[in-house]
């Protein structure tokens, strides 16, 4: 049974760089056909999918976050990274890692971690 839990500093400064981890257990970020996804829940707010890496390793992500988002990964410890530069208050929110089966339809989700951005 996978499992996936984020992890991360619950707070950041205004202009840094927010990292979160996801680490996973029960089974393996290059298994096909998954794609390991980032997504966020503002307070009061909807869903917003961040980006994505997939189990070849390539990464890509919505047009919001582009330009300022890094996904990685680390196969050797089951681990997929987030990293989101010039945060501002907005970018406060619940963060989750999910599997998506490959189907467009995301199956497995840790729990989440909430990061506030506060000076």
């Known amino acids: 049974q996978v499992s996936l839990q984020e992890s991360g500093p619950g707070l950041v400064k205004p202009s840094q760089t927010l990292s979160l981890t996801c680490t996973v257990s029960g089974g393996s970020i290059t298994d096909m056909p998954f794609h390991w996804m980032w997504v966020r829940q503002a307070p009061g707010k909807g869903l917003e999918w961040i980006g994505a890496?997939?189990?070849?390793?390539?990464?890509y992500g919505g047009p919001s976050f582009r330009s300022r988002m890094r996904i990685f990964r680390d196969t050797a410890q089951m681990k997929v990274y987030l990293q989101l530069t010039s945060v501002t208050p907005e970018d406060t929110a619940f963060y989750y890692c999910?599997?998506?089966?490959?189907?467009?339809?995301?199956?497995?989700w840790g729990k989440g971690t909430l990061v506030s951005v506060s000076s």
């Open positions: 890496i997939d189990y070849t390793g390539h990464v």
């Open positions: 999910a599997r998506d089966n490959g189907n467009y339809f995301m199956d497995v």
